[in-house]
Each structure stands twice: as C-alpha cells, then as structure tokens.
C-alpha cells in the first residue's frame, strides 16, 4: 500500500476524528485542519503524539497550502443548533470552504472527497431518495444556509471536475451518530439516545 498524505478538514469533528485514526491506522500522514468552531482537540488528542500526524488551526474559509494526495473536505457546522445560530458563517464555510479545497487540489493535483449531506434534498417529495433526486429545498428558511451551502458545494464541485478536470468525489451522509459526538449537539439520533436514557421524574 501506498503511503498516501491526507488533508481532512473539520477532522477535529465528530466523523473526522474517526476518519483520522482509521487513515493513520491505514498507514497514511493526515494533516487535520479545523478552527474548532464545533470540534474539539479532545476528539484527536490521543493522536496528537503520532509523528505522522499533525493538527493546524485554521479557518478553512481563509485560503490555505499543502501538497496533498488526498483532501477529505468535512468543515461546517453539521448540528441544527449550531448552523441556525451562525447562518452565514455556515453558508460561508460551505461555499468558500470548498472553493478553497478545490482550488488548492486544482493547484496541486489532489484528488477531493467532499461530505455533502442528505439535506440537499429538503423536504423530499419522494421517499426514499435516489441520487437523481434533484430535492425540493427552500432558499430563505432557517435550514437553508445549511442545505442551500452544502447545495453550492456540489455545484462547484460538479463544475471544478467539468470545467478543470480536477478528480472530486460527493457522499452525501444520512443521519450518522456515535463515539466523540457531543450528546446535547441536537442531532436526532443522539436527541433520541439522550431522552431514552434520562431519568424519567
Ligand atoms: N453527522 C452526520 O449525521 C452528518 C450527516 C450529513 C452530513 N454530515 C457532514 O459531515 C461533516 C462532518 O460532520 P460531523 O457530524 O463530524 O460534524 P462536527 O460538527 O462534529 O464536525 C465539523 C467540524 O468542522 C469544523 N469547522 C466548522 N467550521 C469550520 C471552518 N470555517 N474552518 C475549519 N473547520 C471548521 C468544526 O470545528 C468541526 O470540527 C460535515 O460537513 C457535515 O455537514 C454529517
């Protein structure tokens, strides 16, 4: 296997973390960069000490540089209550946080995972949703700097690989839940996990 140098933005996060351990568990040098807006060095303590991984402060708004085989672009701000209290830095984050990864992995040839989300879809008229789903999305809701950001990051995206050539990949992740997510983050699943687990009075 092939020693590959990995980028993954918001990797102080609930998910980045874990796909920190698992890249250097694969044998890979990662770099996480994070502004710690809702991620915490906790979640990548431990790893701090590993002489193949490294941590940087950073706004991912803010332009950046690195050689990079592969760039995993998760910064944003996922939970409700986060992103509703911070509107436009959410739809900010997700617009020039990904022009940002884009335009460095142009420069520098890197290949692109962008984490999109099944919010791109709205409030669906079909269930479930295949990839074909175009959604059916609000633009000026309480949502929307969520949704419509993570949107413009798949049109940039989709136009970086037409226009530029650049190799960029979308997942789009339904509701995940586990270790290093913070309990009252206001996701459904933990909400859920939290009230069935509190003591009833
Ligand atoms: N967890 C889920 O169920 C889910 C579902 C769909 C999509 N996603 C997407 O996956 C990605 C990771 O989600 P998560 O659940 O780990 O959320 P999270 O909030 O735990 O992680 C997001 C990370 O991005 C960082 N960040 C936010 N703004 C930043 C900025 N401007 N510059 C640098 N770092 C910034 C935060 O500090 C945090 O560490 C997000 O892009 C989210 O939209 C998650």
Redesign the pocket.
């Known amino acids: 296997m092939m020693r590959e140098k990995c980028l993954i933005?918001?990797g102080?996060?609930?998910?980045?973390s874990h796909l920190a351990r698992r890249l250097l568990a694969s044998g890979h040098e990662v770099t996480v960069?994070?502004?710690?807006?809702?991620?915490t060095k906790a979640n990548i303590y431990d790893l701090l000490e590993n002489p193949r991984f490294t941590f940087i402060l950073?706004?991912?708004?803010q332009p950046f540089w690195g050689q990079f085989d592969t760039i995993f672009n998760?910064?944003?701000?996922?939970?409700p209550i986060h992103y509703q209290r911070h509107p436009v830095e959410t739809t900010k984050?997700s617009f020039m946080?990904m022009l940002n990864v884009l335009e460095l992995a142009l420069k520098t040839k890197a290949r692109v995972l962008h984490?999109s989300?099944?919010e791109i879809y709205g409030d669906p008229l079909c269930h479930p949703q295949p990839e074909a789903y175009w959604g059916n999305v609000n633009t000026i809701g309480l949502r929307s700097c969520y949704d419509e950001g993570k949107r413009a990051a798949e049109t940039i995206s989709a136009d970086f690989a037409r226009e530029y050539g650049v190799d960029v990949r979308l997942v789009r992740?339904?509701?995940?839940y586990g270790p290093n997510m913070h309990p009252h983050d206001g996701?459904v699943v933990s909400n859920f996990i939290v009230q069935a687990l509190a003591p009833t009075t």
Do not use: E, K
């Open positions: 933005t918001g102080a996060g609930f998910i980045g960069m994070d502004n710690l807006f809702t991620g950073h706004d991912v708004t998760l910064a944003c701000p996922a939970s984050t946080g984490t989300t099944s992740i339904f509701n995940t996701r």
